[in-house]
């Protein structure tokens, strides 16, 4: 019995595409082959000797694919509430080609372990993933027993969260603990090449902000080592995170909003607002925080209702803020492609550029996912899956 050597995808050879790196590079023509961008010109040429696809993108946009940075891969929840893991067909489908996988409020029941099987799982099949070294609780869990070893040693880890602050469900951090937690973090991304950064999960308190304010106040961190998430939960969290957001990144959530009458700012519209509130673009992000449990709760803290949410909420909300908000399709894209590729420092990805990542979306004049294309693979063509998770 013989095994198969995987061999590289085909040469791809995308003719007369209006191209968004995300920034408008006009009309042209974009060339992948060895799992990478190799150029984007007018009128290229297939490399002779070998198989090249050509596709005519007609119409279509080519934009890159999308980055998830806040993503229950493995499941999330507890007990009756426990959520499945998440199958390769949801990324696709959502045109996301690269995740950052975390566990969220059970650190207790579910494991690290799971996770990091899960995003390299994610990779052997076709897509790119990292993750969050520990959970909602002080001290974390971790993979060898040290959040700063984690991210230096494990090529998946590259920070450290979601730490919750501000909510009923946190371990209630002081602004020592946030420092402790920080360096530590720090210290490995710097020994390991990632970000390092301490990804916060805001709850509803009043004043979420308040003990990372006392962290950078009281040590020699900058407010960018911490990188909250769950911004547009609610109002008063939303006015805060519009100062944050002049300091350092922060990422809306996706998934939250429910419909007109929710709480929480629907993503589209948080967008648009803080970029009015003068947040530079740079400093925004937005992530689904699918497959996770999305508890409702009442007046006395009882939980009543529960959903979970998908992948492909981001994209809904890139279109609405285009569509409804106002927005160019630049400003909005970088939201979910170069910003956080920057902010979470993986390397090539969220731009079409030379020499980087062959992940990228073809999308029609309504701004439909028609095609995905991850390491130069295609995954989806003409809205139609090319490739399923393992077990699907």
């Known amino acids: 019995m013989s095994c198969a050597r995987r061999i590289g995808p085909t040469p791809l050879l ?12 006009g009309v042209c023509d974009v060339l992948c082959a060895g799992g990478r961008i190799v150029s ?3 009128d290229l040429e297939p ?26 891969i493995a499941g999330a929840g507890g007990e009756a509430t426990r959520t499945p893991e998440m199958p390769l067909s949801w990324m696709i489908e959502a045109g ?9 409020t059970d650190g207790v029941t579910r494991s690290l372990d799971n996770l ?29 027993g040290d959040v700063a070893r984690d991210i230096a040693i494990i090529e998946e880890v590259i920070g450290v969260g979601e730490i919750a602050i501000a909510d009923h469900r946190s371990s209630n951090p002081t602004a020592l603990d946030l420092v402790r937690l920080a360096k530590e973090a720090r210290r490995g991304g710097m020994l390991g090449g990632k970000c390092g950064l301490v990804h916060l999960h805001l709850g509803d308190a009043e004043d979420p902000f308040s003990v990372v304010r ?18 547009n939960r609610n109002p008063h969290c939303f006015d805060q995170a519009k100062q944050y957001g002049i300091e350092a990144p922060v990422d809306i959530t996706a998934c939250g909003w429910r419909g007109p009458g929710d709480e929480d700012v629907k993503p589209s519209r948080a967008l648009r607002e803080l970029l009015e509130a003068g947040v530079p673009n740079a400093h925004i992000t937005m992530s689904s925080d699918a497959c996770g449990s999305l508890p409702d709760f009442d007046a006395n803290g009882e939980l009543v209702g529960l959903t979970s949410g998908r992948p492909g909420e981001i994209w809904r909300e890139i279109v609405d803020a285009v569509r409804t908000e106002g927005l160019e399709l630049s400003q909005a894209l970088a939201a979910v492609t170069a910003n956080p590729a920057a902010i979470l420092r993986l390397p090539r990805k969220g731009t079409l550029t030379a020499g ?4 990228l979306l073809l999308v ?3 701004l439909r996912v028609q095609a995905v294309v991850a390491g130069g693979e295609m995954l989806m063509q003409h809205g139609a899956l090319l490739r399923q998770g393992t077990f699907e």
């Open 14 to 25: 995308i003719r007369r595409a209006e191209v968004y790196a995300p920034e408008p590079l």
């Open 40 to 42: 984007l010109a007018n």
């Open 47 to 72: 490399p002779g000797g070998v198989d090249v696809q050509v596709i005519d993108a007609g119409n279509h946009k080519v934009v890159p694919g999308l980055i998830d940075g806040h993503i229950h």
């Open 96 to 104: 996301v080609t690269t995740v950052v996988g975390l566990l969220g």
């Open 116 to 144: 990091l099987m899960k995003a390299k799982g994610l990779r052997a099949e076709g897509v790119s993933a990292w993750m969050w070294t520990g959970s909602y609780q002080l001290p974390p869990p971790t993979l060898t």
């Open 214 to 231: 006392e962290a950078v106040r009281s040590s020699e961190l900058g407010f960018a080592q911490f990188y909250p998430t769950h911004v």
């Open 356 to 359: 980087a990542d062959a992940d």
């Open 364 to 366: 029609d004049s309504e």
